[in-house]
């Protein structure tokens, strides 16, 4: 079994910053791609950046230029460090990972989820 456990999540006036952070944990023989997701209350859960095997990201276009994401596949971690951050930023951060364990088993996982509140 495999646990991702966030962390970061918070209250910040609109133009701070956060870093959030993702640590996965369990029987990983490797992990092929991590990413975020958020869900605003009321609405569907939507892709905010992806990595893959470290170094090709993906962005919302919402997030573009405001988050990066980055990876450090030594510790299993994940990290969103996101700026600029606007109230329409405001949502539930949920870390995600498609990982392939020890028994060659390939699953995706998510995380419990951490808020980002965003204040005007």
């Known amino acids: 079994q495999v646990q991702l456990v966030e962390s970061g999540g918070g209250l910040v006036q609109a133009g701070g910053s956060l870093r959030l952070s993702c640590v996965a944990s369990?029987?990983?023989?490797?992990?092929?791609?991590m990413g975020w997701y958020r869900q605003a209350p009321g609405k569907q859960r939507e892709l905010v950046a992806t990595?893959?095997?470290?170094?090709?990201?993906n962005y919302a276009d919402s997030v573009k230029g405001r988050f990066t994401i980055s990876r450090d596949n030594a510790k299993n971690t994940v990290y969103l460090q996101m700026n600029s951050l606007k109230p329409e930023d405001t949502a539930v951060y949920y870390c995600?990972?498609?990982?392939?364990?020890?028994?060659?088993?390939?699953?995706?996982?998510w995380g419990q989820g951490t808020q980002v509140t965003v204040s005007s």
């Open positions: 369990g029987s990983i023989f490797t992990i092929n791609a």
């Open positions: 995600n990972a498609d990982v392939i364990a020890t028994s060659c088993r390939r699953s995706n996982y």
């Open positions: 990595v893959i095997n470290g170094d090709s990201t």
